[in-house]
């Protein structure tokens, strides 16, 4: 794992030497790689690379990069892990390649000379990289389909700066911090920012499972080679594929080949284990593939002691069976508060969720590892939210009653105000938005309301905003087409809260602490195996995955908790005690996205001046 950076000055004779602008960006992503640096610059200066590294795989300065490979004309800079670069390294050596490295950055020099962007179609991991072409004098810029890995970038007319992050875009001084509506709106709805969008105008995410080419005559249209609403849209339309539930004996071979493909590393690696199924499943098959020394880490809150939602005991007495090397680590109040500045500062984006990451993956560092697997995804593809069964009641239950939509409007409008005394003030939208499951899933997932946000910003900007994200447009996009409700619910999970939020945060909050987050669920070959028993509508369940990998029952029988702080509790007992009404999780968010390193109306609020936010 690692931190990119660049700059192909395509356009006009450069003023400014591309290297200065490149040392700012990746400097500025330190702690995405703490085991060292490197440059490259081309002979003309106009195109140069930038790399952090975090040393996981080959740890021999033969793996540094950026890395050329003088005989093809190709340099890379590469952030994340391929996780059957050993299979692949195989298949080049056969057709006459040579390599100077174990590592799996080589492979993917070699595999573009064999293949051009047809590599993608070879790759299993997670990843986003930048890969100079000099004969074509062609810059690539790639994704990998889940969007695991970011990779933002900047385009002024004649230069294109990438990075892995959007603060090392900003560090580089020639991208200018202005505010992008549609940023700012989909944060306040959301609770993240939805991509391709940053708080920026001018820097966007390139799209998960996406490239994009930059040639002297500038950036190419992003061409998409995979997305997860294509692969089960495929997958839906195929036909003749095998109806049904996989059995246990498939499902398991399914599984511990993927978590078999993510120990791969020449680091000792540990599993964030909680209470939870999905944790225990991959470090019951993580043991069962022969892992030796496996580390396990378990954060638990004092608030929580005694309650369902202490994951503690469960999670120690599940480390004693698979015998691991375990870490309890009990966080307070005090933590969250001391913990705070670096937290916000670190925080590439703003977002509400993710300070559970950053703390576990403060402890890993502590402990000196490098490598965490997450059980992220496996609620995404085996159905583990209650918006899977209650979605799908709900949006039935409405297109019985079909509320006119005018009656909708009326009781949002009337209610609206009061209703935030008992509930969220977001249900007031239940009638006018509940009839679609674009609408149902905006409610769900969503922190404010299109009609709340002239409340929180101008109104222009709101209007400006709103127009160009094209929200329900774009929730229908990700599941036009597919058959069922389920199906559609899980490309909406996958594409949009696990994606935006989830992915993001792991990604951000581990590299805070220089850690490597895997997420073993997230695997392509999985996808496509689970995808016909959700288009047939015969899911597998978390009982069937956990019963294939031989979870303890009392684990597997588990009331759902998640993995949670009690970030709300430690937030409001800052606040004034004159305020009687909070509103939680969205004076939350009105708190992060002041404070947040990364956005152009940061500071406008003490970072410990946390009852400023009292509704």
């Known amino acids: 794992m690692c931190g990119i950076a660049g700059i192909y000055k395509y356009g006009q004779p450069p003023t400014l030497d591309a290297v200065v602008e490149v040392r700012a960006m990746r400097d500025a992503m330190v702690s995405r790689g703490p085991d060292g640096s490197g440059e490259w610059v081309s002979e003309d200066r106009r195109v140069a690379m930038g790399h952090r590294r975090l040393s996981i795989i080959d740890l021999s300065e033969a793996a540094a990069q950026p890395m050329t490979a003088q005989d093809l004309g190709l340099t890379i800079a590469f952030n994340g892990e391929i996780y059957n670069y050993r299979d692949l390294r195989r298949q080049l050596s ?28 070879h790759l299993r991991g997670m990843y986003a990289f930048a890969l100079w072409d000099s004969r074509r004098r062609t810059l690539l810029l790639a994704r990998d389909p889940f969007g695991i ?25 020639g991208v200018p911090p202005r505010p992008d509506p549609a940023g700012h709106v989909g944060f306040y709805l959301w609770g993240s920012v939805p991509e391709p969008f ?35 849209l495929e ?149 583990g939210y209650n918006s899977f069964i209650n979605i799908p009641k709900f949006v039935n239950a409405m297109r019985v009653l079909k509320p006119p939509r005018s009656l909708g409007r009326a009781f ?96 951000w909050a581990g590299m805070a602490h220089s850690i490597e987050i895997r997420v073993p669920f997230l695997d392509l070959p999985l996808l496509r195996a689970v995808a016909p028993s959700w288009i047939t509508n015969t899911p597998i369940s978390k009982a069937n995955v956990a019963q294939a990998s031989s979870v303890p029952a009392q684990i597997a029988q588990r009331k759902k908790s998640g993995f949670s702080t009690p970030v709300m509790e430690w937030f409001l007992a800052q606040r004034n005690p004159v305020c009687r009404q909070a509103r939680g999780l969205r004076d939350w968010a009105r708190y992060v996205i002041t404070q947040s390193g990364n956005n152009p109306t940061a500071g406008s609020v003490e970072p410990t001046n946390l009852h400023a936010y009292c509704s």
């Not at 008992?422 to 249900?427: A, D, E, G, R």
């Open 94 to 121: 056969a057709r006459g390649y040579r390599s100077t490295s174990s590592g799996d950055t080589e492979v993917l020099l070699q595999l573009y000379a064999e293949y051009g962007v047809g590599m993608f179609d």
């Open 149 to 173: 890995k970011p990779i933002y970038y900047s385009d002024n007319g004649h230069e294109i700066r990438f990075a892995s992050q959007v603060k090392a875009l900003l560090a580089s001084g």
């Open 198 to 232: 940053t708080l920026f105008r001018n820097i966007r995410a390139l799209r998960p499972g996406s490239f994009m080419t930059i040639t002297d005559k500038g950036p190419k249209e992003e061409v998409s080679f995979c997305s997860v609403p294509q692969v089960m």
């Open 235 to 383: 997958t839906a339309t195929m036909g003749g594929f095998q109806s049904g539930t996989l059995n246990s004996e498939r499902l398991r071979e399914l599984l511990f080949d993927v978590v078999s493909h993510h120990l791969v590393a020449d680091v000792p690696i540990a599993v964030f284990l909680s209470a939870g199924i999905d944790s225990n499943v991959i470090t019951s098959l993580a043991r069962q593939c022969g892992q030796q020394k496996l580390h396990s880490l378990t954060v638990g809150f004092t608030e929580f002691r005694g309650t369902e939602r202490d994951e503690v005991p469960l999670a120690e007495s599940a480390a004693r069976l698979y015998e691991t090397a375990h870490q309890t680590v009990i966080a307070t109040a005090g933590d969250f508060m001391d913990d705070l500045p670096g937290f916000l500062t670190a925080m590439d984006q703003p977002t509400i969720d993710g300070f559970n990451v950053y703390c576990v993956s403060k402890i890993a560092a502590t402990l000196g590892l490098k490598v965490c697997l997450s059980g992220l995804g496996g609620d995404e593809f085996f159905g």
């Open 412 to 507: 949002r409008y009337v209610s609206s105000k009061w209703l935030g005394a008992f509930t969220s003030p977001k249900y007031a939208g239940i009638f006018e938005l509940g009839r679609d499951l674009e609408g149902a899933y905006l409610l769900r997932r969503g922190l404010f309301m299109p009609w709340e946000l002239p409340g929180l910003m101008p109104p222009e900007m709101v209007r400006d905003g709103w127009s160009e994200l094209a929200t329900m447009d774009r929730l229908r996009d990700t599941f036009d087409g597919l058959p069922n409700i389920k199906t559609r619910l899980g490309s909406l999970e996958l594409s949009w809260y696990m994606r935006n939020q989830l992915l993001r945060d792991a990604d």
